[in-house]
């Protein structure tokens, strides 16, 4: 019986910033792979998902999907269509992928407008000090140019007066 166990490489990563490291990592059903490190997850591409632009991440049935956002104009954070890949030996990069969503998100509040709703999120950036604000429009609010410049108003204010982001 062996008492000791090589451990795992992780794959090697184009792109991996000098002092990135990979956390976590599972592969893929087309001979790729999905891996975490502190700054993001890296899709098959492979292209870095930051973590403060994951707004939805889900495991199910086996399968890895993320909705990633756009930040645009340094206020509203706009979803992609989601990405999905299959996992097939998903080792600890679920729970990694959870975990480091949660923790990028500080705050959260749904606020009611007319025709919908807004979420404004605070958000950590990987790698650098301080949190900022995003909106993101639920599903079917306007984005009207009234709607925008409350906005503003509203993560000017969260944001203490100061941009930060």
């Not at 451990?7 to 090697?12: G, L």
């Not at 480091?100 to 999120?121: D, H, K, T, W, Y």
């Amino acid at each position: 019986m062996r008492l000791l166990r090589r451990r795992e490489r992780p794959p090697d990563i184009d792109g991996l910033a000098a002092d990135e490291r990979v956390l976590s990592w599972a592969d893929t059903d087309d001979d790729a792979f999905v891996a975490a490190t502190p700054l993001g997850l890296w899709w098959p591409g492979p292209r870095r998902i930051a973590w403060e632009h994951v707004v939805k991440a889900t495991w199910q049935a086996g399968v890895l999907r993320v909705v990633e956002g756009d930040v645009v104009d340094d206020l509203l954070l706009v979803d992609r269509p989601p990405v999905a890949v299959r996992l097939t030996v998903p080792r600890d990069l679920p729970p990694t992928v959870r975990k480091r969503v949660e923790a990028n998100i500080v705050a959260r509040e749904l606020v009611s407008v007319p025709g919908g709703a807004v979420r404004f999120v605070s958000r950590r950036l990987p790698g650098r000090d301080g949190v900022t604000w995003w909106a993101h429009l639920e599903p079917g609010t306007p984005d009207t140019p009234e709607l925008r410049s409350a906005i503003a108003a509203r993560i000017e204010r969260l944001r203490g007066g100061r941009a930060v982001g």
